[in-house]
Each structure stands twice: as C-alpha cells, then as structure tokens.
C-alpha cells in the first residue's frame, strides 16, 4: 500500500520561514494536499492540486511537489500557525494521508 | 457558507453497530462527492469512505470494507455512514467533509470538514 511520510515535529522562530515535507513514491506524478489542524478543531484545507490556496489562506502559505517530495512552506511563520500539517495524496481509488507534523513556533 | 453537522456518535460495545449522520447545507449538495475521514485518539487521519454526488459509486477502505456502509439522500441533504461489527479499533472522532467534484476524481482534497462525532467502542 502506498504511504506518506512526515517528519514528526517541525519548529521555527516567529517570523522565520517553516518548511514541512511528505514523502512517497514517485509522489511528484500525483497531486497532494495539505490540511492544517489545531488542537480541539477540525482540519482545515491549506494547500490543493500541489500549490493552490484556497480562499482565505493567507499567502505566506505555499506548496511544491516535485520526483518523491511534496512541501508546505510557511514563510513569516506565526504564532497562529502552530498546529498539527497532514499531506494528502491519492492513489489506487484510495486517499492517502501523511502521518502528521507538529509544528511548534518558539 | 458550507456547514456540514455530524452526529449520531457514542459509546457503542464491540460488535454493534452505529449510524452517523452528516447534515449538509449552504451547497447544491447533489453536486459533490462526499467522504468520511476519522481519527482515532491522539492519532492521524484515516480516509474511511467516499460517495459520488448521485450515490451510485462507492469507495471504503480495506479497514471498514464489508463493514461500513455509506449513503446519501439528497433530498434531504444528508450523508450517512452506517457502521456494523464494530471493534475497539473504530473508535474515533468521525469527520464528514465535501469533495470537489461530483465524482470521486483521481484529483482530490476535502473543504470543508465538519465539527465531527466520537464513537467509542468499548464494553
């Protein structure tokens, strides 16, 4: 079965710029997803098809993916951004989530 | 604005079974496919199951496959998930949330999700 890989735990400085991978085969010929989930709330969509935003993501959110990666960038990242990032792909009529990072912003 | 409300969650012994509803509203529900998602405790996300906008196609994963049943009525804007043989392993916070499109496409993301509904299977 496929799968997505995360690093556990991501942390950053306010104001520096977060990056948080996923990783899976030949994950750049599929389109992946990013959801954003603070603690107590339900996800919400951050990034689709590899690098949209959806309306009312703030800018300083970003997706890449490319060969075996996929990548969020958070650039200024905030003390708001905190929170729980899971990629999401698809594959085999089966959706696909990551395992999840915890970003933490010192 | 799109709002989507489970419930139908609760504490259910191993091998009954439960059925979740998800009250969707503020979209032209007909039009998407729509899908369940849950999370067990202090865990990730785990896709559960999908449906097209018409209801005539339906996907599960391996895990509830042969278990679960999803369902829609779109005149009533409802998504059900009916859950049987349940086992410890299903216990989770339950989330219902809307596809872009009205099949299940080989392009997929879930905007928005729902509040969620927690089934504890325990005895």
């Known amino acids: 079965s496929y799968e997505l890989t995360q690093p556990p735990s991501v942390s950053v400085s306010p104001g520096q710029p977060a990056s948080i991978t996923c990783s899976g085969d030949k994950l750049g010929d599929k389109y992946a997803c990013w959801y954003q989930q603070r603690p107590g709330q339900s996800p919400v969509l951050v990034i689709y098809?590899?690098?949209k935003r959806p309306s009312g993501i703030p800018e300083r959110f970003s997706g890449s993916n490319s060969g075996n990666t996929a990548t969020l960038t958070i650039s200024g990242t905030q003390a708001m951004d905190e929170a729980d990032y899971y990629c999401q792909a698809w594959d085999s009529s089966t959706v696909v989530f990551g395992g999840g990072t915890k970003l933490t912003v010192l | 604005e799109v709002q989507l409300l489970e419930s139908g969650g609760g504490l259910i012994q191993p091998g009954g079974s439960l059925r979740l509803s998800c009250a969707a509203s503020g979209f032209t529900f007909s039009s998407y496919a729509m899908t369940w998602v849950r999370q067990g405790p202090g865990k990730g996300l785990e896709w559960v199951s999908a449906?097209?906008?018409?209801?005539?196609?339906?996907y599960y994963a391996d895990s509830v496959k042969g278990r679960f049943t999803i369902s829609r009525d779109n005149s009533k804007n409802t998504l059900s998930l009916q859950m049987n043989s349940l086992r410890a392993e299903d216990t989770a916070v339950y989330y219902c949330?809307?596809?872009?499109?009205?099949?299940?496409?080989?392009?997929?993301?879930?905007?928005?999700w729902g509040q969620g509904t927690l089934v504890t299977v325990s005895s």
């Open positions: 949330a809307k596809e872009p499109y009205p099949q299940v496409a080989i392009v997929r993301w879930f905007d928005p």
């Open positions: 449906i097209s906008g018409s209801g005539d196609d339906t």
């Open positions: 098809q590899d690098n």
